[in-house]
């Protein structure tokens, strides 16, 4: 006989689940008890907040590919959740959350923290089910990992009444579904090679959830031979080799017009993986909707992301890289006049890459380029949103999948949870969050998670003492009534020194090398407060 929660963590246990991050919960206590004795085999994360907790769990579904875990208790503890399920359905990631639900008899009640899950993540998640029946648990989460990872990955939420968790019957844990194996249509794969080997000026956007290294090692050997330029999806910067001389930039917020305008002209578009979201097309403008002799090809794992914003010319529902091992069989050598065409793109990725004047005395520049030559290739940058993400975005090379972690949606207080995540899943590699004054302050208190469970990334904080974006905007739209986004902010360094991490304020640019040096020299987490001109708007 089992209780309702050891069927969940032998379940979890059969999906390979090593970590599970959450913030303890009454509602789900069967299923603590159940991974206390399993305290060998899965370390459990307790977390400040909901937030922080799912967004750990979501940042590691998108470092590893495997569904990332978390568990929260009911009603309040799902709603501040569900910012990180938003995270994972825009970005692909995959991910299973496991909520906490009043019991049974209560449900429909408005009783004490009651809400109706499938009702309230429905909108925001790949799939929601509550599970009613004990007996159902092993089935219903093994579905879960196969719908999170599958197709386009993204997340799962199962409701568990607290009666069910702490009933007992006798189950075992069952197999994950059977992978379905997908075939690529031969006649496809020669259309498309065709209208590449014809066009003037091809070009690809990359995109989508994990890329693997197969994958990703076919898509360069394709891009190669055949001289097309690369562009990155919004936040999809470390699937192609900035090194590499077929890549030509990201599009997305803060996307030079040059590199646009590239887009525009290209007369043959082969988008793979990429949902070709708002950021990604400028306002979905780019492809035109008229795009005359343009071809657009889209490849999705997703069939309902195919014409849902252009109508392509070829499309193919199928995961990448299924695609990209039927296109990597196909190295046509380039004609001279592409070869051209892709030498010009990469002149216009190189030309956005100079740094901006600026004679402020924290030169942001200067400091990326200090950031640059003392952290290694491998190194790993988190992100949220905000202006200062042009610098991590737009100022480091990235050469390889799983190097640069971003939410897609722009949430604000990505950046800190998803560093802590990352550097305990990797903890031999250099991690660097990079967060806004604004975000720090929304998940800054988990700077107590990494302390306490050894975590040791390096967290620059980008202090312009305000919600720059929004007063870009509100300059932008409103000139002469901004309003709202000033900012009171604690002293970061002393915020980071009071959990026990290391913490250090660099108000000029010659303080940023040797504070970096003491951070990477730190044994534990360490915040560098960026002390920047307040009239910059990053």
Known sequence: MRTGGQLVVDQLLREGVGRVFCVPGESYLAVLDALYDARDQVDLISCRHEGGATMMAAAS??????PGVAFVTRGPGATNASIAVHIAQQGSIPLVLGVGQVARRNIGRESFQEVDFEAFFAPIAKSVKQVDDPAAIPRAIADAFHIASSGRMGPVVLAFPEDVLTASIASDPVAPPAVVNTAIDAGTIRAID???????????????????????D???RFAGARHIPIFAAWRRLDIFDHNHPCYAGFL???????LWERVAESDCVLVLGARLDEPTTRDYQVPAADRNDQILIHIHADEGQLGLNFTPNIAVAAPIADVMGSLDQLLSPAESHQSDWCAAARADFLAQEIPPHDDSPLNLGQVMASLNASIPNNAIVTVDAGNFTVWPQRYRRYTRPGRFLAPVNGAMGYGVPAAIATALAH????VIGCAGDGGMLMTGMELATAVKYGAKPIILVFNNRKYGTIEMHQQREYPGREIGNDLVNPDFAAFARSFGAFGIRVERTAEFSPALEQALAADTVAVIELAMNVEHTA
Not at 197 to 213: C, F, K, M, N, S
């Open 218 to 220: 076919q898509l360069h």
């Open 194 to 216: 065709r209208h590449l080997a014809t066009a003037e000026r091809p070009l690809i956007i990359v995109g989508g959830g994990y890329w693997d290294e197969q994958a990703r």
């Open 427 to 430: 903890p031999e590699r250099t």
């Open 252 to 258: 997305g917020l803060s996307t030079p017009d040059a």
């Open 61 to 66: 579904g998108q470092l590893s590919g495997h």
